[in-house]
């Protein structure tokens, strides 16, 4: 783009940055000592410095856990998770910013998801996560709405 096509061989014409090279500097880590070579000496491609790279995802563990802190400062708050659908809670983070979760869709759905294991079914996903983050037991009944405090 802007450029002169190439008249002779061996000329190169560079368009800028395509989705190719966005993935090649990206994921320089994974390429072999060949690819490194012609993308460096060749290509003239470079790695792509880290405050260009992409944070990493979050696992559905951190963010069940996100949204089980929410929970609890719910139900210090009020007492019990009597959660309207709709409701929004804002959690401070440990770094100072202010993060929201939809913490009425998510009892809900955990409330939804311990109802269709039963109650003689197998462990729920959220129930074996509050045993394994050391919780007692006892919250996973209130969250579910089947402890009352």
């Known amino acids: ?25 990206l994921g320089w880590d994974q390429l072999t000592g060949v690819q490194l070579w012609l993308c460096e000496q060749a290509l003239g491609v470079e790695p792509a410095p880290e405050e260009e790279k992409p944070k990493p995802r979050r696992t559905q563990a951190d963010k069940w856990t996100a949204n089980l802190a929410a929970a609890r400062q719910f139900f210090e708050r009020e007492g019990d998770l ?6 929004v809670e804002t ?3 440990e770094d100072g910013r202010e993060d929201q979760y939809r913490l009425g869709v998510w009892v809900n759905n955990q409330r ?9 079914g197998a462990a729920v996903q959220s129930r074996d996560a509050v045993v394994v983050m050391g919780v007692v037991v006892i919250a996973a009944g209130y969250l579910l709405g089947r402890l009352r405090p």
Not at 2 to 22: D, F, I, Y
Not at 112 to 120: F, I, K, L, Q
């Open 1 to 25: 783009m802007g450029e002169a096509l190439p008249t002779e061989a061996g000329e190169v014409v560079r368009q800028g940055r395509g989705r190719w090279v966005q993935s090649v500097r």
């Open 82 to 87: 009597k959660v309207p659908r709709k409701h």
């Open 91 to 93: 959690v401070l983070s």
């Open 112 to 120: 939804s998801r311990d109802a269709v294991a039963g109650a003689g």
